[in-house]
């Protein structure tokens, strides 16, 4: 069945530094526990979801609850990602929030047939990012309440 872990884990596939900071800042500011992993492109995050390359051996990398998934990586990008995940059973239960700076309607049609949970723009104030954090909070499983009889 796995390990149990006391926070939901959050992977986020993102090739800028600074927004993969304001994205861990915001879930922290709203007092959100999560277990943070960050990959920088598209074919990171599949060797990450397969356990491949430096994301094998015996202690692999938790399973993620929640991908945030950019559209414009470099190798593989956001979209082929996507339809990757979506498209194996072993993955596709997974929900993908696509959080991207696109704001063009044909990525958003793609990502909404593809399988994403929702389609975000990234949010320009860091109250805005707090905000977001909050709003996925209803994707990450509840594991710090205790359970009630």
């Not at 922290?28 to 397969?50: C, F, N, P, Q, T």
């Not at 609850?65 to 414009?72: A, P, Q, S, V, Y």
């Not at 979209?79 to 044909?106: F, H, N, Q």
């Not at 389609?119 to 909050?134: D, I």
Request: with cysteine; proline share 7%.
């Amino acid at each position: 069945m796995g390990e149990r872990r006391s926070a939901p884990v959050i992977l986020m596939a993102d090739d800028d530094e600074d927004d993969c900071l304001l994205a861990g800042l915001a879930f922290e500011k709203a007092g959100m526990v999560v277990e943070w992993h960050i990959v920088r492109d598209g074919s990171e995050l599949m060797d990450y979801l397969y356990r491949r390359g430096r994301f094998s051996g015996p202690a692999p990398d938790p399973f993620p609850d929640l991908i945030l998934l950019d559209l414009n990586m470099p190798k593989k990008d956001g979209r082929e990602a996507l339809r990757e995940i979506k498209s194996d059973p072993s993955l596709m239960g997974i929900p993908v929030v696509i959080l991207t700076t696109s704001r063009e309607e044909r990525d958003i049609v793609l990502c909404n047939e593809a399988g994403a949970s929702s389609f975000t723009t990234k949010p320009v104030m860091f109250e805005e990012w707090v905000k977001m954090a909050r709003s996925l909070s209803g994707y990450l499983p509840k594991r710090n309440s205790k359970q009630q009889p």
